[in-house]
């Protein structure tokens, strides 16, 4: 049966202080990953896609690795804004359809 | 462009009544799914759709009904509702290829009493 399960459940930051969220998924066959922000009371935003092992994707303070078996999501020098649940989702028989993670909610202190 | 849209925002039913949750989207996208979101356990996959005319069960389809008769709706109908299916519903759309993101709505709350 097709897992993505992500970790930690919560993550509290002081505002700069760096750190990295895994999502790590036991399927056949991935075609994407995929991570999103979600805000309260939001649907998710997307972020990035990543596709093969040892492709990376930044933008801002983030940045996505993808391994054979997970992917992080590291967020440099964290900002009050960046606090959110982060979302991982992967697609693997269609790209019409997507299994999600449990998420990584955020919290970055001033 | 209003990107995806659902109605209603809010939601209160009882026990056995029945309901249609709309899924509305203007970007011509040829992918559209529907999701709930239950507290500690991420978004599951209840139904979803490649194309007008096509649907498919998710993880959680049971209890839920949906069709795809236009390209820009996909409704959600609920056929008797239960307590446990009180929760926070999420429509979503994408274009069909490679790595296309879906973009969400913000989503229907809920409570069946």
């Known amino acids: 049966e097709d897992q993505v399960t992500q970790s930690p459940e919560a993550l509290r930051l002081q505002e700069g202080e760096s750190s990295s969220l895994n999502c790590s998924y036991t399927v056949s066959g991935l075609r994407g990953l995929f991570w999103y922000r979600q805000d309260p009371g939001k649907g998710p935003e997307f972020l990035f896609t990543?596709?093969?092992a040892g492709e990376e994707k930044e933008k801002e303070r983030l940045k996505a690795t993808l391994t054979k078996k997970e992917s992080f999501l590291h967020i440099t020098a964290p900002k009050p804004e960046d606090s959110a649940t982060y979302l991982c989702a992967v697609t693997t028989d269609s790209w019409g359809k997507f299994q999600f993670g449990a998420g990584t909610q955020v919290v970055v202190t001033p | 462009n209003a990107g995806v849209t659902q109605t209603p925002k809010f939601q209160v039913l009882k026990t056995g009544q029945s309901m249609t949750l709309q899924c509305a989207q203007d970007m011509n996208h040829e992918y559209m799914s529907w999701y709930r979101q239950d507290p500690g356990m991420g978004l599951r996959l209840i139904h979803y759709s490649v194309g007008a005319g096509i649907t498919d069960q998710g993880e959680v389809p049971n209890g839920y009904n949906v069709s795809r008769s236009t390209t820009e709706d996909f409704p959600l109908r609920l056929l008797s509702a239960a307590p446990s299916q009180t929760s926070v519903y999420f429509c979503?759309?994408?274009?069909?290829?490679?790595?296309?993101?879906?973009?969400f709505g913000d989503g229907t709350r809920l409570s069946i009493l």
């Open positions: 979503a759309s994408s274009y069909s290829g490679t790595g296309k993101p879906q973009h």
């Open positions: 990543l596709y093969s």
